[in-house]
């Protein structure tokens, strides 16, 4: 019970009423009031049924006294609104359950998408959006059974328990309630009971989503390996999981349910027996026999439904819960590490002053003892062996994680300092992976911001893909495809570049930004994003060192630790790490230019 008390009031943490707004606080009223409305005039049918037995066969004209006629039209007035209210119900259910689901998925979606980047990090995405949309069915499904089961269920049983109490025998009452108690007992136990196995399916049922999108996203290497087998089987293997918690937890609910319903009919065989007797010995009318048949009758399928309910709001609780989990992770704005100022330096200089940094407690430093200082207006390059940690750098700058020791100064301040969404306005990145979402090219470059189409043309000039684009069937209104499919690597990496351009921030980072272009586009972007970046303080990373060509200054990375600095002539002279990089980078010589490698 006291698992079933904690799943409501997780729900009523997760939805928080008092901040959904007027409309569902009173659509929930209304509803609640229909629903008492409709119980009240669903017990009212039964007794007015006897009312009209009693009065036709004259045994004392009922207990209300009225005509015959005057019985007949109330019945049926009662049957009508009873079902014009349930008419009523479904429409003002749809708004509220509605208004309530925009609610939650608002909230759950302001609250995940603030969640700092270590929670992500080996989390699974599709399962993570499973658990929205999973808890918003949930929402729906608890506040149906509640107030379309269990409050006029709770609400006829103590109606129907008054009038038997009013007119029957006590031992009638008390054979009604012992029934209700066991039959409730039973499905509490009962569902307890199944929980585990109700969880293992959900839990099994978003395992086996999350595989399918994974395999389904890399189709092409699944097909280039001839491997579509062997994902099968391992998809299938955790469908089998999922169904053999699905045979156990329907297998025990048929139980549970059969029980429960031994409970309710062994009850209607003896209550019928005592009250034929009564009537036998005229002390109990013929409607008031009739009467308590069908109350009882009426009472087992919302009693059925009671179950069921109960069921639901376990099965809907586990969904809530799992969302719960994620909502009560401190948001990145609700951390109180998350620094109240405003970042409003023109073009401020980028330090790194001891920076040890790894990515899971216990683990490895990916960034040992690190330090530098990027001066205003500068352009900085960092070069380094894959996984040296360059891409580490720039992700410690946007805040996407916190150092584990040491300090990053922005203009002198350290950036804790900072709100880390007032970083992000003030340092655009273009990382080597550029995502784009499955809709127009100009969404893909504004987001949805409505920029004005003479900035997107002139963003699109910089990197060198305004030729492309004025091709397309729709030019900027052409759609992108799934990942952006539609565009090649290139093209892709160029419209990363274009979003840096549109978002005009202080401080640039270029995280591989031309790595999939081709030596001649290179070239012609790298002219542009040089131009774009005059008097920022900008930071390049990259493996190809033809992009490094105007860096005021060049950073060689080792395994986590910066182990040379200077220009390339500097460097060629002094650092083994870096000389070994340029002749891997296509140079026939120590002695070629920098310049050379990119004709
Ligand atoms: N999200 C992550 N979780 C755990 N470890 C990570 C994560 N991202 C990177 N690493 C590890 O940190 C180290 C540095 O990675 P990083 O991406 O910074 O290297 P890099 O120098 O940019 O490499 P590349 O040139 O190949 O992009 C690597 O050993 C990598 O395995």
Excluded at 169 to 180: E, K, N, Q, R
Excluded at 317 to 345: F, N
Excluded at 387 to 414: F, H, P, Q
């Amino acid at each position: 019970m006291g698992g079933f008390l904690e799943d409501i009031r997780r729900f009523f943490r997760v939805m928080d009423f008092s901040k959904s707004g007027k409309r569902v606080r009173s659509l929930f009223v209304v509803l609640a009031l229909m629903s008492i409305v409709s119980s009240v005039l669903t017990v009212a049918q039964p007794f007015l049924y006897m009312e009209l037995i009693d009065s036709i066969v004259g045994e004392g004209g009922g207990l209300l006294g009225f005509s015959t006629e005057t019985i007949i039209l109330v019945y049926g007035v009662c049957f009508l609104v009873a079902r014009v209210i349930d008419e009523l119900w479904k429409a003002v259910f749809t708004n509220l359950t509605l208004s309530a689901q925009r609610s939650l998925a608002e909230k759950a979606f302001d609250h995940i998408i603030r969640l700092p980047s270590s929670f992500f990090l080996g989390k699974d995405k599709h399962s993570l959006s499973e658990i929205i949309s999973k808890a918003r069915s949930g929402v729906h499904e608890i506040i149906s059974v509640s107030l379309e089961t269990i409050v006029p269920v709770v609400l006829e049983f103590f109606l129907v328990s008054l009038i038997v109490y009013m007119l029957f025998p006590g031992s009638v009452l008390a054979i009604l309630i012992a029934s209700v108690v066991v039959f409730v007992v039973v499905a509490i136990v009962g569902s307890e009971m199944i929980r585990p196995w109700q969880r293992g399916f959900t839990e099994e049922n978003n395992k086996t989503h999350q595989v399918l999108g994974e395999i389904l996203s890399s189709e092409e290497t699944i097909k280039s390996f001839n491997v579509e087998d062997s994902f099968k089987k391992r998809y299938l293997s955790h469908m089998a999981v999922f169904e053999n918690y699905c045979y156990k937890f329907f297998r025990w609910s048929a139980f549970i349910g059969s029980m429960q319903m031994l409970a309710i009919g062994g009850a209607l065989i003896p209550m019928l027996f005592i009250s034929f007797n009564f009537l036998k010995n005229d002390a109990l009318t013929l409607g008031a026999f009739v009467m308590i048949n069908v109350l009882t009758i009426q009472l087992i399928m919302p009693l059925r439904r009671l179950a069921y309910a109960y069921r639901q709001v376990k099965e809907s609780a586990v969904d809530i819960e799992q969302l719960d989990k994620v909502m009560s992770i401190p948001s990145e704005t609700q951390r109180s590490d998350d620094g109240r100022g405003e970042v409003i330096l023109e073009s401020p200089s980028i330090s790194f002053d001891n920076v040890c940094f790894c990515y899971e407690e216990g683990e490895e430093p990916v960034l040992n003892d690190v330090s530098f200082t990027v001066p205003e207006g500068k352009a900085y390059a960092f070069v380094g062996a894959s996984g040296a940690g360059k891409s580490t750098i720039s992700k410690l700058i946007m805040r996407y994680y916190d150092v584990s020791s040491g300090n990053i100064l922005l203009g002198g301040r350290n950036v804790e300092g900072f709100p880390r969404d007032a970083v992000r306005r003030f340092v655009g990145m273009v990382s080597q992976d550029v995502v784009l979402f499955n809709d127009t090219l100009r969404f893909n470059l504004d987001f949805g911001e409505c920029v004005e189409d003479a900035r997107l043309v002139s963003a699109l000039k910089a990197v060198d893909l305004d030729g492309f684009v004025d091709a397309l069937p729709n030019g900027v209104d052409t759609m992108v495809g799934d990942r952006g499919m539609r565009l090649s690597g290139g093209q892709r990496q160029r419209v990363g570049i274009a979003r840096a351009i549109l978002k005009d921030p202080k401080v640039l980072i270029f995280d591989e930004a031309t790595s999939s272009l081709d030596m001649h586009t290179e070239k012609t972007v790298s002219e542009n994003i040089n131009i774009v970046s005059e008097g920022k303080t900008t930071i390049v990373i990259a493996h190809r060192l033809s992009t490094i060509i105007n860096a005021d200054k060049i950073l060689v990375l080792d395994q986590g630790e910066i182990v040379s600095s200077g220009t390339h002539g500097e460097l060629i002279e002094s650092c083994d790490v870096y000389r070994k990089l340029y002749m891997s980078g296509g140079a026939t010589s120590v002695d070629q230019p920098l310049q050379m490698l990119s004709d």
